[in-house]
Structures are given as C-alpha cells and as structure tokens.
Nanobody, 122 residues
Framework: QVQVVESGGGLVQAGGSLRLSCAAS????????MGWFRQAPGKEREFLGA???????YYADSVKGRFTISRDNAKNTVYLQMNSLKPEDTAVYYC????????????????WGQGTQVTVSS
C-alpha cells in the first residue's frame, strides 16, 4: 500500500522560511516524480513545483526563486524549502507521487498525502 505523508507545516512570520517534508512508502520511490501543490480556502488547488525521478526540478512561475524542491531517494523523501514567505502563501500544502508526464497536472498524480497547514502571519 502506497502512503504519502507530509510534515513540517506550521505558523511562520512573513519573510520567514519553512521546510516541508514528504515521505513516500509502498513502492520504489526513486522511480516516480513528486509534486507539491497547495490549496487556500475558497481557491483551487495550485501547482507549486515538482521533481522528476532523476532529480530535475520544475517550478511554477509564482514561486520560482523562493521555493526549492529536492529529493533524497535514500530516505524516500522529498522536500519543499520555502523562503521569503508571504501571507498569501497561507494554505494547505500537499505532496503527490506519480509517473507523470505533465508535472503541473494534479490529475496525473496517483497518490496524495493528507496535507499540512502552513500559515504565514503578517
């Protein structure tokens, strides 16, 4: 059974940093792309970035330069480093796993975590 579990969310002041982790189990982690999405109240789920099985990252323009995605295949974990956080970054952050061609498409990922809340105070 494949499981995807995010951690590391919390409350941070504007301008601060936070690192989210996402651990996946139940299949060969290194064979799959891992994506990060977020959803704020009343808004649609937003693609943030992803990292392919070979470590190549891909970012949405909205977070490019502030967010960094990395993966440690030995630990079956992917990370989302978030810097210069803004109140508008407040959302539930989700991690997903899949054999993905179009990394920005949520419907191409087949396993999702439960999400972790990030709140940025002004």
């Amino acid at each position: 059974q494949v499981q995807v579990v995010e951690s590391g969310g919390g409350l941070v002041q504007a301008g601060g940093s936070l690192r989210l982790s996402c651990a996946a189990s139940g299949r060969t982690f290194s064979s799959y792309a891992m994506g990060w999405f977020r959803q704020a109240p009343g808004k649609e789920r937003e693609f943030l970035g992803a990292i392919r099985w070979n470590g190549t990252p891909y970012y949405a323009d909205s977070v490019k330069g502030r967010f960094t995605i990395s993966r440690d295949n030995a630990k079956n974990t992917v990370y989302l480093q978030m810097n210069s956080l803004k109140p508008e970054d407040t959302a539930v952050y989700y991690c997903a796993s899949g054999s993905v061609g179009r990394l920005w498409r949520a419907d191409e990922y087949d396993y999702w975590g439960q999400g972790t809340q990030v709140t940025v105070s002004s």
